[in-house]
C-alpha cells in the first residue's frame, strides 16, 4: 500500500511539472501528424515521448493539448470534446491566436468580452426576423447581407448570429408572403362585400405592372386593406387586357364581385364594363381635372410661368439661394429662416398652391433681394422680370383662396385609413359654395370660378354610390345639404333593403325520445331524464310543451315578441314590413350627444344589431374609397423598389417586396 501511495505522488508530481512546463512555453506542442480531416486539429496539438522526428511513435496520442489554453482532453476517437471546446472557451473561431511575446496594443485593452456559447434557435429565428422586415419596410437591396460593412456591424451586436445568404432570405419572405396570403384569404372569406383599386404604373426600365389593392370592413367595423398583387401587364394595355388580369386576381383570391374604383382611363371604364363590375371614378383625378382645366386661363397662365422661372432660378444657384437665406434673417422670424421656394409637378395640381403659398410667403424677401444693388446684373435682370408685381400678388392671392379648399378636399377624399365615399357629398357641396361668384371678384377670378362650376356640374353628378354612402353614414342621413336628392336615396335605400332577408336557424322540430330532452349540436351534454313525477306531488302545474298554449307563454315570459322591431333574432319575417320598419327606425332615430364623438364606424359597431339589414349596406358602401390613392401610393414604393441599382429585379421579386 506504501509503495502504491508513492508511485501515485510520483505520477501527480510529474504531471504537474508537465504542467508547468507547457504553460511555460518550455516543452514545444505538435500539430497532428499526417492529414488531419477535422479542422479542431489547428486549435489541438500534441507533446513528445520519446526523442525523434514528430510522428505518432513519438508522440503521446492519448492525450491532445490546446495550442492556445493548454487545456488537456483525452482522445476517445472523435473530436466531439474539441469542438465543444473551441466554441465554448474561443467562440467558435478556428484560427487560434497565439499568445504574443510582444507588446499587446492599447485597442485589446477596450474590446468587450464577447458572449459565450452558441446562439438559441429562438433567438436566430427573432433576428432572422426582424432583419426580413428592415429589408422590406427600409426598400433595401437583399444584397446587403453580403456586404462586409453590414456584417461587421452585426458581428459586433452579436458575434453568434449566422447572417443568412441572400437565397435563403428570399425563401423566407417567400414563406412570409404565403402565411399572409392564407390569413388575408381567411378574412376575405368572412367578407361578403368587399372593394377594389386599382391603377397601372411605368417602371424605370419601361415595364408596366398593375397594382390591385382589396378594402372590406371586418367583423369588428374596422376598415381593412391590403395589397392584393402588382402583376406586370404585357402587350398594350387594352381594356381586354386589364380584364383578363382582373379576372385573373378574382380567381386567385376567390373574391366576390368587388365594386372597384378607378382613374376615368377608357380601357378602365371599358374593362369593368366587360366585367360588368360597379366601378366609381376616383375623386382624385376629378378635383386634379377641375383644378387644371380651370387654371387655363392665359392671365394664370403668364402668372404661373413668371413664378416657375423664379423657383427654377434659385435652384439652379447656390450663391443666390444663401442671398435667400441671409435677407430671410434680415426680414423673417426664425420659423420662416430656411424655407426653400418649391417647385410645382405637372402630376400634382397641389404642388402649384404649395409652390403660389412659398412666393406669397417669401415675397418681402424676394422684392428686396430684387432690389439690391450687390447682385451681379443677370441676376438683377432675372429677378426683376420674375417677382410678382402688385397686381399679380394680388392675383395669386385671391387664386389661393380659392384653390385652398380644393387642397382640403382632395386630402379628405385621398385618405385610406378611415372611410371616405360617405364625404363625397358633402365635399362637393363646400366646394360649390367656395367658388359662388361675389360683385366684389376681379374679372379673372370670377372666369376661374365660372369655369371651376361648370367642370363641377359635368364631373361631380350625383352618383347612387356616393349618395348612399351619405345616407347610410348617421350623421348625415338627413341629407339637409342634398335635400333634392332625399327622395331618390331613400327609395334606393328600400330596394336594397328589400333585398336582404335575415334568416333565423330553423327550430328542431323533431321530438325527443322518451324521457330525455334533445341537445342539438352538443354531443358532449347529457341527455336529461324525465322524471315522470304527478302534477300533484310537486305542487306546481306542469305544461305540456307541445301545446300552443305553453309554448306561447314561454315566449311571452321572455319577451321576444317585445323585441323583434329592436333586435333581429334572425327569425323568417314578412320582408317588406320588417324592412321598411327598420328603414324608419334608423332614419328617425336621433344622435346623441355621446354619439357625436364617434366615428362613422363605431357608432355602427354600436348600433349595428338594431339595423341589421341596414349595417350590411353600411358594410358594403362605406369601404369602398373615394380615390384610386391606395394603388398609387404603391407606385412610390415601387419606384424606390425598381430603382437604378435595382432595375434588374425579377417580376415576382417586385410583387414580392410590394406585397
Not at 22 to 42: C, H, L, Q, R, T
Not at 65 to 80: L, P, Q
Not at 197 to 218: A, C, Q, R
Request: glycine share 4%; net charge neutral.
Amino acid at each position: 500500500m506504501v509503495v502504491m501511495i508513492q508511485l501515485k505522488t510520483k505520477q501527480e508530481k510529474m504531471a504537474s511539472e508537465v504542467d508547468d512546463e507547457i504553460n511555460n512555453n518550455e516543452m514545444e506542442i505538435f500539430p497532428y501528424p499526417g492529414k488531419a480531416k477535422s479542422d479542431v486539429w489547428k486549435f489541438f496539438g500534441f507533446l513528445k515521448k520519446t526523442d525523434g522526428p514528430p510522428i505518432k511513435a513519438n508522440l503521446d496520442m492519448t492525450t491532445a493539448i490546446c495550442r492556445v489554453c493548454k487545456k488537456k482532453y483525452a482522445t476517445k476517437g472523435n473530436t466531439t470534446n474539441f469542438r465543444m471546446h473551441i466554441d465554448g472557451e474561443h467562440y467558435g473561431d478556428l484560427e487560434p491566436k497565439l499568445k504574443q511575446k510582444s507588446q499587446p496594443r492599447l485597442d485589446s485593452f477596450l474590446k468587450t468580452n464577447k458572449p459565450v456559447g452558441k446562439i438559441s434557435p429562438e433567438r436566430q429565428s427573432t433576428i432572422d426576423d426582424a432583419l426580413n422586415k428592415m429589408i422590406v419596410g427600409k426598400v433595401l437591396p437583399v444584397s446587403i447581407v453580403d456586404n462586409i460593412y453590414f456584417r461587421a456591424f452585426v458581428e459586433l451586436l452579436d458575434p453568434r448570429y449566422q447572417v443568412p445568404s441572400r437565397p435563403t432570405v428570399i425563401k423566407r419572405l417567400e414563406e412570409k408572403k404565403l402565411k399572409v396570403e392564407d390569413k388575408l384569404k381567411s378574412q376575405l372569406k368572412l367578407s361578403a362585400d368587399i372593394s377594389i383599386t386599382h391603377d397601372g404604373w411605368t417602371s424605370l426600365n419601361t415595364e408596366s405592372y398593375y397594382t390591385t389593392t382589396v378594402h372590406f370592413i371586418d367583423n369588428d367595423w374596422c376598415l381593412q386593406s391590403a395589397v392584393l398583387g402588382t402583376i406586370k401587364l404585357a402587350g398594350s394595355h387594352t381594356g381586354q387586357n386589364i380584364t383578363n388580369e382582373l379576372k385573373n386576381t378574382q380567381d386567385r383570391w376567390s373574391l366576390p364581385k368587388p365594386t372597384a374604383t378607378s382613374d376615368n382611363a377608357a380601357n378602365e371604364q371599358k374593362a369593368y364594363e366587360i366585367l360588368g363590375w360597379n366601378r366609381f371614378g376616383c375623386y382624385g383625378h376629378r378635383i386634379n381635372l377641375i383644378v387644371k382645366n380651370s387654371l387655363s386661363f392665359p392671365e394664370v397662365t403668364r402668372v404661373l410661368g413668371k413664378a416657375r422661372t423664379l423657383v427654377g432660378f434659385f435652384h439652379k444657384s447656390s450663391s443666390m439661394t444663401d442671398m435667400l437665406h441671409e435677407k430671410q434673417k434680415l426680414l423673417f422670424s426664425d420659423s420662416k429662416v430656411g424655407h426653400r421656394l418649391l417647385i410645382d409637378v405637372a402630376t400634382r395640381w397641389n404642388s402649384t398652391l404649395f409652390m403660389l403659398q412659398r412666393l406669397l410667403e417669401q415675397a418681402p424677401v424676394l422684392m428686396a433681394l430684387a432690389n439690391d444693388t450687390s447682385l451681379p446684373k443677370h441676376a438683377s435682370t432675372t429677378l426683376k422680370n420674375s417677382v410678382f408685381n402688385f397686381d399679380e400678388l394680388t392675383l395669386v392671392e385671391n387664386m389661393v383662396k380659392i384653390l385652398v379648399p380644393f387642397e382640403k378636399a382632395t386630402t379628405l377624399v385621398c385618405a385610406d385609413q378611415h372611410p371616405t365615399m360617405h364625404k363625397v357629398l358633402p365635399i362637393v357641396t363646400k366646394l360649390m359654395r367656395a367658388t359662388e361668384i361675389s360683385d366684389d371678384d376681379a374679372a379673372i377670378i370670377k372666369k376661374i370660378k365660372q369655369k371651376m362650376l361648370a367642370e363641377m356640374s359635368k364631373r361631380t353628378q350625383s352618383e347612387d354610390i356616393s349618395l348612399m354612402a351619405c345616407l347610410l353614414n348617421p350623421f348625415t342621413k338627413g341629407l339637409d345639404f342634398v335635400s333634392e336628392e332625399r327622395e331618390k336615396a331613400h327609395a334606393l335605400l328600400r330596394g336594397l333593403v328589400c333585398g336582404i332577408t335575415i334568416v333565423k336557424k330553423e327550430k328542431d322540430t323533431q321530438e325527443a325520445p322518451e324521457g330525455e330532452v334533445s341537445a342539438e349540436k352538443d354531443n358532449n351534454v347529457p341527455a336529461l331524464p324525465n322524471l315522470n313525477l304527478p302534477d300533484n306531488e310537486t305542487g306546481h302545474e306542469v305544461h305540456d310543451l307541445s301545446q300552443p298554449s305553453a309554448a306561447k307563454k314561454l315566449k311571452s315570459a321572455d319577451t321576444d315578441d317585445w323585441l323583434e322591431d329592436v333586435v333581429c333574432v334572425g327569425e323568417s319575417l314578412d320582408v317588406g314590413s320588417a324592412a321598411e320598419h327598420e328603414i324608419e327606425r334608423y332614419l328617425g332615430c336621433q344622435i346623441d350627444a355621446v354619439d357625436h364623438n364617434l366615428t362613422v364606424l363605431e357608432w355602427w359597431k354600436k348600433n349595428s344589431l338594431f339595423f341589421p339589414r341596414i349595417s350590411i349596406l353600411a358594410k358594403k358602401f362605406l369601404a369602398i374609397p373615394a380615390s384610386s390613392v391606395s394603388s398609387e401610393r404603391v407606385f412610390s414604393l415601387g419606384g424606390q423598389i425598381v430603382s437604378k441599382k435595382r432595375c434588374r429585379l425579377s417580376h415576382s421579386n417586385v410583387d414580392l417586396f410590394i406585397f
